[in-house]
Structures are given as C-alpha cells and as structure tokens.
C-alpha cells in the first residue's frame, strides 16, 4: 500500500447525500479480484450515458475536476454493501481523500485499507470546503496527514482528528498484510520452534 503523508490536488465537490457503494462502482464491475482497472467505471451510471458517452455536467467529466485527487461529499458516504470494490475505484482513479460530515463504517475502514484517507468534519468545515471546491482548477487544496490539517485554495486551514494506529498505518503505508509482514522474524522463530516441537505437524 502506498504511503500517505501530504497531498495535494483539485478538490471535486459533490452536493449528493447518501453516496452508497453501488453509486461508486455498480454491481456489474465486481466479477475482478484485481485493485486495477476500475476507476474508468467509478460513478459509471452517473459519468455515462446509455450510449456510453459523458454525461457532461457530471462533476468528474467536467475539465476541472478530471484530474481531481481529492472529493468533498455530503453526508453518509460510502453506505450501501460493503463491497471493497468502492475504494479501489476510487484509488484507481487518482482519488486519496475524501472529505464529509459522515462515513458508513465498513466503506471507512476500507479506505484505510486502501491507502485513501476519510475525513470526517463538523458541517461547517465541510460546507466551507464545498465552496472552496467549486472554483474548479483553482480548487487546490492540501491535507498534511502528519499536522493533521487541510489547506484551503486561501491559505485557511482546518485541521481533523484521526485514530493514532490508523495514521500511524497511513503514514506507512501498513495494511494488514503489512503490520503482518513487520512480524515475520518473530513468526519466523515461533515456526522454528514448533517444527521441533511437532515435527510430524
């Protein structure tokens, strides 16, 4: 998993409450087991026609926002089922952070997961950073994960509280495989040890 420390990027605002997963990436694209691939589908149903052509005021087709790295949502992002699929699309696409008053829990943790980064904020901070996100290119904004502070297109900062262990594992680049993987001398040891122990295990 990538490391997630300072980014910076356009942010796309999206005025929609209660994004669930199958918004994010619908059912249809979830027969893969690879993270790679499926940003050209995130938010298919609502970035395409029937035909398969752009829906051109949808946020992420816009010219400003197709690059965007960071999205600031309404309430209860990522509700729905709990498919890993939603983060890896996001990832896929370029997307890092997302910003909101809310998460559903299981979409959270996998973002984690993931290497992408949710923050949750009181409705004020998220309102300020809407309209900042509806300048379009000059939507640029910062998120220092190690100060724990976003940067406005203005210079005004807000700053966001994070779990420790979850920072930690961020800041690193650890997901579970990882913080594993930290272990291995002392894995390595213990099956030493049990193979004389049990060598007919």
Not at 41 to 64: I, T
Not at 113 to 129: H, T
Not at 145 to 162: R, S
Request: hydrophobic fraction near 40%; charge should be negative.
């Amino acid at each position: 998993m990538d490391k997630f420390d300072k980014l910076t990027g356009v942010a796309a605002p999206m005025l929609i409450l209660n994004i669930d997963t199958d918004m994010i990436i619908p059912k249809q694209f979830l027969k893969t087991i690879k993270r790679t691939g499926l940003g050209v589908h995130l938010f298919d149903e609502m970035r395409y026609k029937d035909d398969g052509s752009e829906v051109e005021d949808f946020v992420l087709n816009q010219p400003a926002y197709r690059d965007a790295k960071i999205i600031v949502a309404g309430d209860n992002f990522g509700c729905g089922s709990s498919r890993e699929h939603a983060p890896w699309a996001l990832l896929d696409f370029g997307i890092r952070c997302v910003i909101s008053t809310s998460f559903a829990d299981i979409f959270y943790n996998n973002c984690f997961q993931n290497g992408i980064l949710p923050i949750v904020l009181p409705k004020e901070d998220v309102d300020k950073l809407m309209d900042d996100a509806q300048r379009g290119a000059n939507a640029v904004v910062s998120v220092d994960l190690e100060a724990q502070e976003i940067t406005g297109p203005d210079g005004g900062k807000i700053t966001f509280e994070i779990d420790p262990f979850r920072k930690h594992c961020l800041l690193n680049g650890l997901d579970a495989i990882g913080l594993t993987m930290q272990q291995v001398d002392a894995i390595d040891a213990f099956e030493d040890k049990d193979k004389g122990a049990r060598a007919w295990a």
